[in-house]
């Protein structure tokens, strides 16, 4: 008798819970508030970096400020008088050095003893234990840090992308090889833990364009390992043509910096900043001795859209990845190798979209959803994205499209967007009572 007594119990509670989620599914997934969090109170800044470092004079320092960056990479080799300009230059100007030791080398220089004098200096942001380790350097890379714990800034460790093969990784597969930086030097790390690639994706020519199969598959496995340790999640961009990467320009720069910023990126730096050219590279964004090339307006166009609405996106956190084909279109070469991504994200009735999109599902400390899609056809292929989204009972949505913010109502929940090349949108909807 009792145990009849508790499954009748228990059907109710089922039946109750049934309803309640009906019941929240009819209302709909956005709760209704007040007022738009303001968002403008915060004030973070998005990493900004500039790999190769040029001449060291305050005013080179200048424009790289200028162009928006607050970080550059400075290689190893500097004599104690420079050493003493670049601090005090990127002191003036607000850049944060990372310092590039090349694993153990800089042990064995006095140069060492020239930069421990800034061990504890605001200035210097990081040491660049090692660019590109090898899958048999990996168990090698918590020692080699540990021989700089002098310096009281972080240590960093950039990876190889899966392009390189497993004769570089070393290990079964790509996760496998990230996955192992991570618990062998990344995690083990003293303040910011920072997980870091430069798969460079853009290849062929402007009438022929070509996109790295491989770029949206590494992404999602640092993201994916982000997630999992609580990372701080960077990349480099390809701003400077190399080998056989595509031309730069402000639609492809933009194109990279919006699909790294759907996948969570917190941290991004130009490859490269300073460099002459030598046949395999072209000049990149300034010579060495400083001088600008047309780069250096296109990246600053690009940093500073970003900048205009940084302090916004870093309030927010990566949770999940989907990937939308366009209409009429079967496949995409890049979303056939993903495996982390979803269909769909939970408020998201339906959508539809003309070209393949990113999409990137983002949660704030208060709860407050939001997402970034980006028009994923290729930029030089000049194709606008015409999008709607059916968001369900948000009435509201607030928007960033390259810097600019625009309040939009929402008719019957329904989201419209025309992104233009190389566009993405940072959505954050809302259901205002009114």
């Known amino acids: 008798m009792s145990k009849k007594i508790l499954i009748i119990v228990f059907i109710i509670f089922l039946g109750f819970l049934s309803g309640c989620e009906k019941e929240k599914l009819e209302s709909g997934f956005f709760k209704e508030i007040k007022e738009i969090p303001n968002y403008d109170e915060y004030d973070e800044t998005f990493w900004i970096g500039g790999w190769n470092d040029p001449e060291i004079t305050l005013l080179n320092y200048q424009n790289a400020k200028a162009m928006g960056l607050n970080k550059m990479f400075v290689w190893r080799g500097k004599t104690e008088a420079q050493l003493d300009n670049l601090f005090n230059y990127a002191s003036q100007t607000g850049i944060e050095i990372i310092y590039t030791v090349e694993g153990n080398y800089l042990n064995e220089l006095s140069e060492k003893d020239a930069l421990l004098k800034y061990k504890d200096s605001d200035v210097l942001f990081g040491i660049n234990v090692f660019d590109e380790p090898k899958g048999e350097k990996v168990p090698e890379l918590y020692s080699i840090g540990k021989s700089y714990d002098e310096f009281n800034s972080i240590k960093y460790v950039n990876l190889y992308p899966s392009t390189v093969g497993k004769e570089n990784t070393g290990y079964r597969d790509y996760e496998d090889y990230a996955r192992a930086v991570v618990e062998n030097f990344i995690i083990k790390q003293d303040g910011l833990k ?241």
């Open 194 to 434: 920072v997980i870091s690639q430069d798969l460079y994706p853009l290849k062929g020519t402007p009438t022929n364009p070509k996109i790295v199969p491989v770029w949206l598959q590494d992404m999602e496995i640092l993201t994916k390992l982000s997630i999992e340790y609580d990372l701080f999640t960077h990349f480099f961009i390809l701003t400077t043509k190399h080998y056989d990467y595509r031309r730069t320009s402000v639609e492809t720069l933009r194109y990279q910096i919006n699909v790294f910023l759907a996948h969570g990126a917190k941290g991004l730096t130009h490859f490269t900043y300073a460099h002459d050219g030598d046949g395999r590279f072209d000049v990149a964004i300034t010579y060495f001795d400083g001088r600008k090339t047309e780069k250096y307006e296109m990246a600053k166009t690009v940093n500073h859209e970003l900048l205009a609405w940084d302090h916004v996106y870093l309030q927010f956190d990566i949770i999940e990845n989907m990937y939308v084909l366009g209409e009429g279109h079967s496949s995409n070469p890049c979303f056939e190798l993903t495996k982390y991504d979803v269909e769909t994200f939970d408020y998201i009735k339906e959508i539809y979209t003309t070209e393949d999109a990113v999409l990137g599902n983002f949660k704030d400390k208060d709860g407050n959803h939001a997402f970034m899609i980006t028009n994923f056809a290729d930029p030089d292929l000049k194709k606008t994205n015409y999008i709607e989204i059916d968001l369900g009972n948000a009435n509201m949505a607030l928007i960033y499209i390259n810097g600019v913010k625009k309040m939009v109502d929402l008719n019957n929940g329904i989201l419209k967007l025309e992104l233009k090349p190389s566009e993405g949108a940072f959505v954050i909807p809302f259901n205002l009572k009114k």
